[in-house]
């Protein structure tokens, strides 16, 4: 039948009566994280493998926060910044603190950058404000 004059003929025209349905292998295979790799290099002898391709990610890289012996702050005020900042018991913070008094230093604690970072400041500027010249610094683990 001419398309002109068939009584359809104001409907999209879709190719024959029956369309085919999507193909929905394709379609699934589209949207996964895998792809087929035919490793035989014979198109006759496919021994398709599926590979998962997993992006590269990488962790961040942490920072040992450091605490610095000196001969003037007390023992005390020592431990108890490391029980504010640092969230240790007081048992933990006196070992820390004895650790720094007789080895020159201790680490604290290793942190994310900002989290390294904002520590450091919290620690330097509670010694400041109570004029003990105690030290604070980080460093790349
Ligand atoms: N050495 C100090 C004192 O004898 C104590 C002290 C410990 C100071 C640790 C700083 O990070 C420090 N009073």
């Not at 359809?8 to 999507?22: A, D, E, F, K, V």
């Not at 640092?86 to 900002?114: D, N, W």
Request: aromatic share 8%; charged share 20%.
């Amino acid at each position: 039948m001419q398309r002109g004059s068939s009584p359809w003929r104001h409907l999209p025209y879709i190719g024959g009566l029956n369309p085919s349905p999507p193909n929905l292998l394709e379609l699934a295979v589209h949207h996964l994280p895998w792809t087929m790799t035919d490793r035989t290099g014979d198109p006759g002898q496919d021994a398709s493998v599926i590979t998962k391709t997993r992006p590269k990610t990488q962790r961040p890289p942490m920072y040992k926060v450091l605490l610095l012996n000196d001969d003037y702050t007390p023992m005390e005020f020592v431990v108890h910044i490391l029980e504010r900042f640092f969230g240790l018991t007081h048992a933990q913070a006196f070992e820390i603190m004895l650790t720094v008094h007789k080895k020159g230093l201790a680490v604290v604690g290793v942190f994310s950058f900002e989290v390294a970072e904002t520590k450091v400041a919290q620690v330097m500027d509670f010694a400041r404000r109570h004029q003990h010249p105690l030290q604070c610094t980080m460093e790349k683990d």
